[in-house]
């Protein structure tokens, strides 16, 4: 189910309803968000402070800092409020800072405005101290809210968030913006996937990896290519299960990256993987050299046609089987090499509620990474695609090689 975030103050963004999914989007867009709840507190502590010195010297009174009933106010919103929040947003711990850190700047916007105009017209020294602290504080939120702002949208910033993977706003935003920096992205993500390989947090290095491999092969280009397919020679665990679907998304972008000069390398990780009843993840290099759109790696994903056809059935990852289906059905009943190469091998998540966000776009990869019903409607039942391969595999297999280089 998707949410709409109604507190993003500069454009809308699609989040993941539950409070990890939509502190990862707000990470990845506005990282200074969790900062709200902080400044709050501080501010609390600082008026605390200010009213206790105001007191002890017996100055006047007649202009206080804030008044008690206001801090309480805000003590009670930044404690229980902040809990109650928390449980609303489904366990979000930036939503709620960033609701009450708004709230709070609003609030301070406004005193500032009035307590200069109050200045102006008594001319009240005591008020100097007001104003003083009153654009401290404004000045401290304008300043953080600018450098996390420029983090985001800087290149690293943008690859750091990949760590997000199955936020929304990464595949809609964050994504196209490193693809477009074309070369200048390719050291970054090449250092960066090197780096996050020996990451301790398999989750986030699975999802950082897919990532920068997806760019990778988006922006292509020698440099792209040769270290794919060292990632692909060097780094790819046969045993690691853990990190199989980054396993799986390398060899996807070297296919789409390099086209037929990946068959070698990816015929060999082929046969370097075990062939295990309750684990084998042979189909992945067949669904790779099926993107290459070349005939010899056509013809070897014909010759283990029945690895494939297995894959549809596994029912151990809805999401594999649908990718199994779609590569096998443009194989038996298709005859276009370009639509082989645009398989949708990424696609991990199914994506309930507003599946209208999923729609191929420009400038977006949501649909390069979301099964929806409509997605998965256009794809024909494993049956008769089995059906038809048994059928019709001499002819098949004679068309695609008859037409590909």
């Given at each position: 189910?998707?949410?709409?975030?109604?507190?993003?103050?500069?454009?809308?963004?699609?989040?993941?309803?539950?409070?990890?999914?939509?502190?990862?989007?707000?990470?990845?867009?506005?990282?200074?968000?969790?900062?709200?709840?902080?400044?709050?507190?501080?501010?609390?502590?600082?008026?605390?402070?200010?009213?206790?010195?105001v007191?002890?010297?017996?100055?006047?009174?007649?202009?206080?800092?804030?008044?008690?009933?206001?801090?309480?106010?805000?003590?009670?919103?930044?404690?229980?409020?902040?809990?109650?929040?928390?449980?609303?947003?489904?366990?979000?711990?930036?939503?709620?800072?960033?609701?009450?850190?708004?709230?709070?700047?609003?609030?301070?916007?406004?005193?500032?405005?009035?307590?200069?105009?109050?200045?102006?017209?008594?001319?009240?020294?005591?008020l100097?101290?007001?104003?003083?602290?009153?654009?401290?504080f404004?000045?401290?939120?304008?300043?953080?809210?600018?450098?996390?702002?420029?983090?985001?949208?800087?290149?690293?910033?943008?690859?750091?968030?990949?760590?997000?993977?199955?936020?929304?706003?990464?595949?809609?935003?964050?994504?196209?913006?490193?693809?477009?920096?074309?070369?200048?992205?390719?050291?970054?993500?090449?250092?960066?996937?090197?780096?996050?390989?020996?990451?301790?947090?398999?989750?986030?290095?699975?999802?950082?990896?897919?990532?920068?491999?997806?760019?990778l092969?988006?922006?292509?280009?020698?440099?792209?290519?040769?270290?794919?397919?060292?990632?692909?020679?060097?780094?790819?665990?046969?045993?690691?299960?853990?990190?199989?679907?980054?396993?799986?998304?390398?060899?996807?972008?070297?296919?789409h990256?390099?086209?037929?000069?990946?068959?070698?390398?990816?015929?060999?990780?082929?046969?370097?993987?075990?062939?295990?009843?309750?684990?084998?993840?042979?189909?992945?290099p067949?669904?790779?050299?099926?993107?290459?759109a070349?005939?010899?790696?056509?013809?070897?994903?014909?010759?283990?046609?029945?690895?494939?056809?297995?894959?549809?059935?596994?029912?151990?990852?809805?999401?594999?089987?649908?990718?199994?289906?779609?590569?096998a059905?443009?194989?038996?009943?298709?005859?276009?090499?370009?639509?082989?190469?645009?398989?949708?091998?990424?696609?991990?998540?199914?994506?309930?509620?507003?599946?209208?966000?999923?729609?191929?776009r420009?400038?977006?990869?949501?649909?390069?990474?979301?099964?929806t019903?409509?997605?998965?409607?256009?794809?024909?039942?494993?049956?008769?695609?089995?059906?038809?391969?048994?059928?019709?595999?001499?002819d098949?297999?004679?068309?695609?090689?008859?037409?590909?280089?």
């Amino acid at each position: 189910m998707l949410v709409t975030a109604m507190m993003q103050p500069f454009d809308t963004v699609t989040l993941l309803a539950c409070g990890g999914c939509t502190d990862a989007v707000l990470l990845s867009v506005h990282p200074w968000s969790g900062f709200g709840i902080l400044f709050l507190w501080a501010w609390i502590a600082a008026a605390s402070v200010r009213r206790k010195y105001v007191r002890r010297h017996g100055l006047d009174q007649a202009f206080p800092y804030a008044r008690r009933g206001t801090l309480i106010c805000f003590a009670i919103l930044g404690s229980i409020g902040y809990v109650v929040f928390w449980f609303l947003t489904m366990g979000s711990l930036f939503l709620p800072s960033l609701f009450l850190g708004f709230l709070w700047v609003v609030y301070l916007s406004v005193r500032l405005c009035v307590d200069l105009v109050r200045f102006l017209w008594s001319r009240r020294p005591e008020l100097r101290t007001t104003l003083a602290i009153h654009a401290a504080f404004l000045s401290a939120v304008a300043a953080t809210v600018a450098l996390g702002e420029w983090r985001a949208r800087s290149l690293d910033g943008r690859i750091f968030s990949l760590r997000y993977h199955h936020g929304t706003e990464v595949c809609s935003v964050t994504m196209p913006a490193i693809v477009a920096r074309g070369d200048r992205a390719v050291k970054p993500l090449s250092d960066a996937t090197m780096q996050w390989l020996s990451n301790h947090d398999w989750y986030c290095r699975q999802n950082m990896l897919i990532g920068t491999t997806f760019c990778l092969s988006q922006i292509g280009g020698s440099e792209a290519e040769g270290f794919l397919g060292r990632l692909v020679r060097e780094h790819t665990d046969s045993e690691d299960w853990y990190d199989r679907r980054w396993h799986h998304s390398a060899c996807f972008a070297y296919a789409h990256c390099a086209g037929h000069r990946a068959t070698a390398d990816l015929i060999a990780f082929f046969k370097k993987l075990p062939d295990k009843a309750d684990r084998d993840e042979r189909w992945c290099p067949l669904v790779a050299l099926t993107m290459t759109a070349g005939k010899e790696a056509v013809g070897f994903v014909l010759d283990h046609m029945d690895l494939l056809l297995e894959k549809m059935d596994n029912g151990n990852d809805g999401n594999e089987a649908r990718i199994a289906r779609s590569t096998a059905e443009r194989l038996v009943f298709g005859s276009d090499p370009e639509a082989l190469k645009t398989i949708p091998c990424y696609r991990t998540v199914y994506l309930e509620g507003r599946m209208d966000v999923a729609e191929p776009r420009a400038n977006s990869y949501l649909s390069d990474f979301y099964w929806t019903r409509k997605s998965e409607s256009q794809l024909r039942p494993a049956a008769e695609i089995a059906a038809a391969w048994k059928a019709h595999s001499t002819d098949i297999r004679k068309c695609w090689l008859g037409q590909l280089k």
